[in-house]
């Protein structure tokens, strides 16, 4: 099997599990801050055991720079769980992982924000196809506040993890697993307050599918795509990240019966294609910016912050 072909079956593997990941959240049983909190305790757990397998804490890389950009992004990447876990409960998984995948868009529009790159014509155009899709997508009828919110949601988890990838391009030389370790870390003080321990009394299999989260969907699904990351180009990459919210709305039909109707269905298709034109737009050069804005290079793996969009 040659490099390309292990990397595609790698990151195919982990869009997959990715795409499974609502059912795990929604079996649990656990509130929203208690799901989020047992997934980045088992997730820095098997994280950080890789990761001293690997002999990765050796010449880590880390400064207290580096280490601050990481915690940030930490912060944004935890409540970006938060508020997509939030969205499942208040609308469906099916519908969350649709809208929560506009964010490239969000990444165009902080990266003008913050970074002054310009959007170009084309990057405009595909945006307002994309938000086309998304009127289209939402479906939701006047009065119909549960979806509302879900979409509001999923929106502001979209915008969290734009943010995320913005810091995270930033933390240069540093293997990613590292950087998600810290990530991860980073969400146990954080969330520590808002985690109703007596709540679990009485949990029992819902346990199974927390350490899933953390073990499964933490672990396993972020080493196998830093090692696909490292194999494949960035059009296979961001073409292959939509096995995720297809899986996703497969798992919730078979499981729930929730299925997006015809009218919503149609806006799948503008989303979906918007993201891949935008993700694969080459990158207008960025104005002059000051000094604590300018431009870093990316991650040890950049293709991970520029093309893959998964939770």
Request: proline share 5%.
């Amino acid at each position: 099997m040659t490099p390309e072909n292990k990397g595609t079956v790698q990151l195919t593997a982990a869009m997959t599990l990715s795409g499974t990941l609502g059912v795990f959240v929604v079996e649990s049983g656990a509130s929203v801050f208690n799901v989020v909190f047992f997934r980045v305790l088992f997730g820095a757990l098997a994280l950080g055991a890789y990761a001293f397998a690997r002999g990765y804490f050796r010449d880590h890389g880390l400064t207290p720079k580096k280490l601050g950009l990481a915690a940030l992004g930490g912060l944004f990447i935890v409540f970006n769980w938060v508020f997509l876990f939030k969205a499942y409960e208040a609308t469906s998984i099916s519908l969350a992982t649709v809208v929560y995948h506009t964010q490239p868009f969000f990444l165009v529009l902080l990266s003008a924000l913050v970074l002054r790159e310009r959007p170009t014509r084309s990057q405009l155009g595909w945006l307002a196809a994309a938000f086309a899709g998304l009127v289209l997508v939402s479906g939701v009828r006047p009065g119909d506040t549960g979806s509302l919110a879900g979409i509001g949601l999923a929106l502001l988890a979209a915008v969290l993890y734009a943010l995320s990838t913005l810091v995270t391009k930033r933390v240069t030389g540093v293997r990613p697993h590292l950087t998600a370790l810290v990530q991860v870390l980073v969400g146990i003080p954080l969330l520590l307050p808002f985690t109703d321990f007596g709540a679990m009394r009485g949990t029992g299999t819902g346990w199974a599918w927390l350490v899933g989260l953390g073990v499964i969907h933490t672990g396993l699904m972020y080493v196998l795509m830093y090692a696909a990351y490292a194999k494949l180009p960035t059009p296979k990459i961001a073409v292959l990240a939509f096995t995720y919210p297809a899986v996703a709305m497969v798992a919730d039909w078979a499981v729930y019966g929730h299925h997006i109707g015809l009218v919503q269905a149609l806006g799948v298709p503008l989303i979906v294609l918007a993201g891949l034109k935008v993700t694969l737009a080459p990158a207008r050069a960025a104005r002059p910016a000051p000094r604590t804005a300018a431009h870093a290079g990316e991650a040890a793996s950049p293709t991970a912050t520029r093309a893959a969009s998964t939770t």
